[in-house]
T-cell receptor
Framework: DAMVIQNPRYQVTQFGKPVTLSCSQTLNHNVMYWYQQKSSQAPKLLFHYYDKDFNNEADTPDNFQSRRPNTSFCFLDIRSPGLGDAAMYLC??????????FGPGTRLTVL | RKEVEQDPGPFNVPEGATVAFNCTYSNSASQSFFWYRQDCRKEPKLLMS???SGNEDGRFTAQLNRASQYISLLIRDSKLSDSATYLC?????????????FGKGTKLSVIP
């Protein structure tokens, strides 16, 4: 059974048109992460939540925002997508020991 | 210096070959280490943890050398299904954080 679910799997948006990606987890864990991964690059952490405590990475652009209305759900909002924001967006939660479980990702295309 | 460095490859090996990947990490405070596997256009999935004593899971053997800050993954008897990108991962990114540090990955192609 899927532990981290992301919707949609593929998202196409226009330059500058706001877009929201969603993530849910069935593990009921208090930590959730959002990563951006571009082709042939390592996943790059954008921000993470510990419960409702939001932790933004220093180099995450202001264009990226997040909401976590409850333990299960987390959203990534891109306020004005640019061509450089086209990437795979991965949501994750904490697994056993220090591991992380990733969702299948949302592949974002910006036209 | 990058925090986790890997040879990007690609490594092209015939079926049945043995292949080894290496990784170095710069943060001596890192406590836990992992290899993740990522198939093309899919999410990273945990392959195995890495322990100082070395650990084996079937055809896969992982080793950690804390003194040299060096991690390795050995795959024996390569299968076509082993073709993927292998990500070396260290935890935590810094003391008190919950973050993983990923290398860029080493791409493996196993050829019939």
């Amino acid at each position: 059974d899927a532990m981290v679910i992301q919707n949609p799997r593929y998202q196409v948006t226009q330059f500058g048109k706001p877009v929201t990606l969603s993530c849910s987890q069935t593990l009921n864990h208090n930590v959730m992460y959002w990563y951006q991964q571009k082709s042939s690059q390592a996943p790059k952490l954008l921000f993470h939540y510990y419960d409702k405590d939001f932790n933004n990475e220093a180099d995450t652009p202001d264009n990226f925002q997040s909401r976590r209305p409850n333990t299960s759900f987390c959203f990534l909002d891109i306020r004005s997508p640019g061509l450089g924001d086209a990437a795979m967006y991965l949501c994750a939660t904490k697994g056993w020991a220090d591991t992380q479980y990733f969702g299948p990702g949302t592949r974002l295309t910006v036209l | 210096r990058k925090e986790v460095e890997q040879d990007p490859g690609p490594f092209n090996v015939p079926e049945g070959a043995t292949v080894a990947f290496n990784c170095t990490y710069s943060n001596s405070a890192s406590q836990s280490f992992f290899w993740y596997r990522q198939d093309c256009r899919k999410e990273p999935k945990l392959l195995m943890s890495v322990y100082s004593s070395g650990n084996e899971d079937g055809r896969f053997t992982a080793q950690l050398n804390r003194a040299s800050q060096y991690i390795s993954l050995l795959i024996r008897d390569s299968k076509l299904s082993d073709s993927a990108t292998y990500l070396c991962v260290a935890y935590p990114t810094r003391a008190g954080s919950y973050q993983l540090t990923f290398g860029k990955g080493t791409k493996l192609s196993v050829i019939p």
